[in-house]
């Protein structure tokens, strides 16, 4: 099949559509809104169903960081100052980012990012606009940064676009800070150091990271996306080069899998998220409800603790982060790294080391089978155990890391690629046991894409995608589900566009339970029901 022009992540939910639920009966239409029998030319505003930032009740403080018309690939620069009045900086309660962003006409969407102090604190996709426009939100907790955010620092953001005759959506963003002062003292858990490893939109390579001498956590964060129009963007749809098909891959087709290595040896594993950006497959899917993380795009995280004693040894070393299955000299993937450090404020040198290591090459396997209907099967499986050890002013703590990644996706397409469906399903569960106290993260990704072009030209797409994760005894089931058809190769206004969308986000914690269902049909919010 051949798509529509691939496009470009997950928006926090905007507060405004939370207490609009509130006033809105079970299964009840947007304020009365008729749904019209297609798509016109103006549509609800982008909404998410997941929960907004809890925020507490203290003393509040708002900073702007970035205001810009994004038009071409130049980026915004400026200077971001801390606010004064609320508390020491560094010692907030919490602080959240929010961007406010503005679109009109015709546009793709588009991949932007926002680095504070050469920090990567935000990373974003944006979405497609109706011809009379929209405007959206997006909101992220970023307390982990607020070391960063302690001091003057430089402001650099991008959201790369072009604006000619034909896409002249000029993306209209804003970004704020809001601090909030401390409840009590200084907020628990929040790393002492960020360290960059690399700037913008880049691959992190042969990057050089000195820690701290009395680190005594570590992990890296890596906001790795597939994206700008390729095959990557759509990684999970490559096969390998016996299969004939439109997105070539290497000789592991579509198996992806983030690495992060310290002085060449493995130290995290990861399985990178299906992320579709809002012109993925259709853009009509995705016109009102985006798909689960596409505005707030969440960074994998890996826990190098294991290998503290030996970053503390004073030296420089080597960090590098490579995508594995991306065939040599094949770009497409970004994946700027953090760095975040916990220090031990009783010593001034934490020594330790690593004590066992077990790592061996990603088991990866591919079926293609021919016919009028090829078949490509596709499992990998990957596992990293380590453990180590550091003498800490709070006595020796000992730190295993194990980590296993499961791939397994199913692709099925005629030879002129009008039908093409795949299932695609990925497994990220890891174990952390620190002096004997276990700390669990099980996170499951699945994507279902049913496509087909007809005799007339029209492309329809059944699609789902889910994110659900286990975070110790927190539980998180956030999944989308939709059907849209158009007529491809005719103006706008004679594609006779049509959609049904749905999302449900699902929160259950100690004490905690949230439950939030959207619905929408050819761009009308047909139901907004939080519980």
Not at 315 to 321: E, L
Not at 376 to 386: A, F, I, Q, S, Y
């Amino acid at each position: 099949m051949r798509r529509p022009r691939p496009s470009r992540r997950r928006a926090a939910a905007l507060l405004t559509a939370v207490l609009a639920s509130l006033a809105l009966a079970a299964g009840s239409a947007s304020a009365g809104t008729p749904v019209p029998v297609e798509f016109g030319t103006d549509y609800h505003d982008p909404v998410t169903a997941a929960p907004p930032i809890s925020t507490p009740h203290t003393r509040s403080c708002q900073v702007t960081v970035a205001e810009a018309r994004f038009k071409d690939f130049t980026p915004y620069t400026g200077t971001y100052t801390p606010p004064t009045g609320c508390g020491t900086p560094g010692r907030w309660s919490k602080v959240v980012l929010r961007m406010d962003g503005s679109v009109k006409g015709r546009q793709y969407d588009r991949l932007g990012y926002l680095d504070i102090g050469g920090v990567q604190v935000f990373r974003t996709s944006t979405p497609e606009p109706s011809q009379d426009g929209i405007d959206w939100s997006v909101e992220k907790d970023v307390t982990e940064y607020e070391k960063t955010l302690s001091g003057t620092r430089s402001v650099d953001m991008l959201i790369g676009n072009v604006i000619n005759d034909t896409y002249t959506g000029i993306l209209d963003v804003k970004v704020t800070l809001t601090f909030y002062a401390p409840e009590h003292g200084r907020t628990a858990g929040a790393p002492d150091q960020v360290i960059p490893l690399s700037d913008g939109d880049g691959v992190t390579v042969g990057a050089s990271l000195t820690t701290p001498r009395n680190s005594e956590r570590i992990l890296a964060e890596v906001y790795a996306t597939g994206s700008g129009g390729g095959c990557e963007e759509f990684w999970y749809s490559a096969t390998t080069p016996k299969a004939s098909y439109s997105c070539q891959g290497g000789d592991d087709g579509p198996y992806r899998e983030v690495q992060v290595s310290v002085d060449g040896k493995v130290a995290g594993i990861a399985s990178p998220y299906p992320n579709v950006w809002t012109g993925g497959w259709s853009p009509y899917l995705w016109s009102v409800i985006p798909s689960p993380t596409a505005f707030d795009v969440r960074p994998l995280t890996f826990d190098l603790t294991p290998f503290a004693g030996l970053l503390n040894d004073g030296r420089a070393h080597t960090v590098d982060v490579k995508v594995v299955g991306v065939p040599a000299g094949q770009t497409g993937w970004s994946a700027p790294t953090n760095v975040l450090v916990w220090q031990d404020a009783h010593r001034s040198v934490v020594k330790g080391a690593v004590t066992s290591y077990e790592k061996s090459d990603p088991a990866v396997s591919n079926s293609f089978t021919d016919g009028s209907l090829r078949h490509l099967v596709t499992g990998g499986k990957d596992r990293l155990k380590v453990s180590g050890w550091l003498d800490t002013s709070h006595g020796r703590i000992s730190t295993t890391v194990e980590r296993t990644v499961t791939t397994r996706i199913d692709h099925r397409w005629t030879p002129d690629e009008n039908t093409d469906d795949q299932t695609g399903a990925w497994t990220d569960h890891q174990v952390v046991v620190r002096n004997g106290h276990l700390s669990r993260t099980d996170r499951d990704y699945a994507l279902d894409g049913r496509a087909t072009i007809d005799s007339a030209n029209r492309l329809r797409v059944v699609m789902s995608v889910s994110d659900r994760a286990r975070l110790d005894a927190t539980r998180i089931d956030d999944t989308y589900h939709g059907d849209a058809a158009f007529t491809l190769g005719v103006a706008r206004e004679e594609r006779h566009a049509v959609a049904t969308t749905g999302e449900r986000y699902r929160l259950s914690a100690p004490g905690e339970h949230y439950d939030h269902t959207l619905a929408t049909e050819q761009g009308v919010l047909t139901k907004d029901i939080l519980r």
